[in-house]
């Protein structure tokens, strides 16, 4: 058990779990404008949202990851239930969609089957900064359809959001084809015998890779590993003619659409079900360690999880690692929920003429809290420069007496008597039409 896993005691004040966070409404803004941008962009290109459960039959994930990848030998939250079933709360999505798949006879649809999902994984990583064990991941899956335009497309995809979010130029496209199953098991006995007698050398957990995974070696991050790896064979100069012309193409469509790469002869991805094309956006500074997102095909997927032999390609992006860059970038996204009024009262007969002007107000689409505690007008004004709001009405005895309200401009500090009936146009008109907040349930409805 490592240093900062020891058992912590539980008591009072509680604190999340290690490696857990709450996103708190300050964060909240970024992870909608994020959603509203993903949802965008699948619209417009016909992929259509799943969401599978937080967790599955162990299996789902062992057989489909592999059970030698890092995400399942030490990094899966396994548990029994009350009748003894091993489930595993996700720490990936394509595993579960393929799953969902092959369940909900998705091949009967027009192929291939465009889906996305912007959902929480759960993975027992060492915590750091961007690695946490509950994180956000959207992801986009195109099933059933083996050209490499797709592949294209998906980049571009994944970039396009990028670039939305303001944080594109960052990153860089990483780019590698790992070749068919059959081809990658003859590379993979190359590897091994490349390796054998330099064991010594290596870190304990390739001396484990080797035997069970030997392409892991090619991306361990420990020095020793690493000199090794860049002396190894090249992959490429094993692979099958099938997926060098595979990747070959793509290579063409992406120089078509115009979107940059580096060739990375050593990313092979940590997950067994890849083949052919595979991909990482690497930070340009930090490398693989501040990955943004990444993804491949998995042409063999769906038959090793029991469907008909159909091919796939994939990509998942880190929410909370987007969040950090635009953060780094310094890039503000919209606050949907700042205040536009605070009413202030005072005495009662102001209290019970608040309620419906609130509520009128709310109705209208401006955004309204009312101070309907006991407390002078002096600390109620306070409140509302604390709460950031524009504007404050503020309804006295007075203002009862004369059917009216004072609105009161915050930032400049002045203020006029307005008709109550007159109180929200009023509002609307110094707030703006297009600012308000306004929906209507049924239109939400029938859309
Ligand atoms: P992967 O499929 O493991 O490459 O994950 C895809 C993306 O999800 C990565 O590029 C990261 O941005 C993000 N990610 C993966 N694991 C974590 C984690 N433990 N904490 C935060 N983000 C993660």
Same mark, same amino acid.
């Given at each position: 058990?490592?240093?900062?896993?020891?058992?912590?005691?539980?008591?009072?004040?509680? *604190?999340?779990?290690?490696?857990?966070?709450?996103?708190?409404?300050?964060?909240?803004?970024?992870?909608?404008?994020?959603?509203?941008?993903?949802?965008?962009?699948?619209?417009?290109?016909?992929?259509?949202?799943?969401?599978?459960?937080?967790?599955?039959?162990?299996?789902?994930?062992?057989?489909?990851?592999?059970?030698?990848?890092?995400?399942?030998?030490?990094?899966?939250?396994?548990?029994?239930?009350?009748?003894?079933?091993?489930?595993?709360?996700?720490?990936? !999505?394509?595993?579960?969609?393929?799953?969902?798949?092959?369940?909900?006879? $998705?091949?009967?649809?027009?192929?291939?089957?465009?889906?996305?999902?912007?959902?929480?994984?759960?993975?027992?990583?060492?915590?750091?900064?961007?690695?946490?064990? *509950?994180?956000?991941?959207?992801?986009?899956?195109?099933?059933?359809?083996?050209?490499?335009?797709?592949?294209?497309?998906?980049?571009? #995809?994944?970039?396009?959001?990028?670039?939305?979010?303001?944080?594109?130029?960052?990153? !860089?496209?990483? =780019?590698?084809?790992?070749?068919?199953?059959?081809?990658?098991?003859?590379? #993979?006995? @190359?590897?091994? +015998?490349?390796?054998?007698?330099?064991?010594?050398?290596?870190?304990?957990?390739?001396?484990?890779?080797?035997?069970?995974?030997?392409?892991?070696?090619?991306?361990?991050?420990?020095?020793?590993?690493?000199?090794?790896?860049?002396?190894?064979?090249?992959?490429? +100069?094993?692979? +099958?003619?099938?997926?060098?012309?595979?990747?070959?193409? =793509?290579?063409?469509?992406?120089?078509?659409?115009?979107? %940059?790469?580096?060739?990375?002869?050593?990313?092979?991805?940590?997950?067994?079900?890849?083949?052919?094309?595979?991909?990482?956006?690497? +930070?340009?500074?930090?490398?693989?360690?501040?990955?943004?997102?990444?993804?491949?095909?998995?042409?063999? =997927?769906?038959?090793?999880?029991?469907?008909?032999?159909?091919?796939?390609?994939?990509?998942?992006?880190?929410?909370?690692? @987007?969040?950090?860059? #635009?953060?780094?970038?310094?890039?503000?996204?919209?606050?949907?929920?700042?205040?536009?009024?605070?009413?202030?009262?005072?005495?009662?007969?102001?209290?019970?003429?608040?309620?419906?002007?609130?509520?009128?107000?709310?109705?209208?689409?401006?955004?309204? $809290?009312?101070?309907?505690?006991?407390?002078?007008?002096?600390?109620?004004?306070?409140?509302?420069?604390?709460?950031?709001?524009?504007?404050?009405?503020?309804?006295?005895?007075? %203002?009862?007496?004369?059917?009216?309200?004072?609105?009161?401009?915050?930032?400049?500090?002045? *203020?006029?008597?307005?008709? #109550?009936?007159?109180?929200?146009?009023?509002?609307?008109?110094?707030?703006?039409?297009?600012?308000?907040?306004?929906?209507?349930?049924?239109?939400?409805?029938?859309?």
């Amino acid at each position: 058990m490592a240093d900062d896993d020891k058992v912590e005691r539980v008591v009072p004040p509680y *604190q999340t779990p290690k490696g857990v966070h709450d996103i708190l409404p300050e964060d909240q803004d970024f992870y909608t404008y994020i959603k509203k941008v993903v949802r965008h962009r699948a619209r417009q290109a016909g992929f259509r949202r799943i969401s599978t459960p937080i967790f599955e039959y162990t299996e789902v994930f062992r057989r489909s990851i592999g059970d030698t990848s890092d995400i399942v030998t030490k990094e899966m939250y396994t548990f029994q239930d009350l009748k003894g079933r091993s489930l595993t709360l996700k720490p990936e !999505s394509t595993a579960g969609v393929v799953r969902s798949y092959i369940q909900n006879n $998705m091949n009967q649809l027009p192929q291939p089957v465009l889906l996305y999902y912007i959902e929480p994984h759960f993975r027992y990583d060492r915590p750091q900064k961007g690695r946490y064990r *509950q994180f956000w991941q959207f992801g986009f899956e195109i099933i059933g359809e083996t050209d490499p335009a797709l592949d294209a497309q998906l980049i571009q #995809m994944a970039f396009k959001i990028y670039q939305d979010l303001g944080i594109d130029a960052l990153f !860089s496209l990483q =780019l590698n084809t790992i070749g068919t199953a059959e081809a990658r098991k003859k590379y #993979m006995q @190359i590897l091994q +015998d490349y390796y054998a007698g330099k064991e010594r050398s290596l870190c304990e957990d390739c001396k484990y890779r080797l035997e069970k995974n030997p392409m892991r070696l090619l991306d361990c991050k420990v020095e020793d590993c690493k000199i090794l790896a860049s002396l190894a064979p090249k992959m490429t +100069d094993y692979l +099958d003619k099938e997926s060098l012309e595979h990747y070959a193409e =793509l290579k063409g469509y992406l120089d078509e659409i115009g979107i %940059e790469y580096t060739e990375n002869p050593k990313l092979v991805r940590g997950l067994d079900y890849y083949t052919k094309t595979v991909f990482e956006f690497w +930070d340009k500074t930090e490398g693989a360690q501040n990955a943004i997102g990444g993804g491949g095909r998995y042409d063999g =997927l769906v038959e090793l999880m029991g469907g008909q032999p159909t091919a796939a390609v994939g990509f998942a992006a880190g929410i909370e690692r @987007i969040i950090a860059n #635009m953060k780094r970038e310094k890039i503000r996204v919209p606050k949907k929920d700042e205040l536009h009024v605070f009413v202030a009262q005072l005495g009662n007969e102001a209290k019970k003429k608040c309620l419906g002007l609130i509520e009128e107000l709310r109705e209208n689409g401006i955004k309204t $809290m009312g101070a309907l505690g006991k407390g002078a007008i002096n600390i109620q004004l306070k409140l509302a420069d604390k709460f950031k709001a524009p504007y404050a009405v503020l309804i006295g005895i007075t %203002e009862v007496r004369e059917g009216t309200a004072l609105i009161r401009d915050m930032k400049r500090g002045v *203020q006029e008597s307005v008709k #109550m009936t007159k109180v929200t146009d009023r509002l609307v008109e110094l707030i703006g039409e297009e600012n308000l907040d306004k929906y209507d349930p049924g239109e939400l409805l029938y859309s």
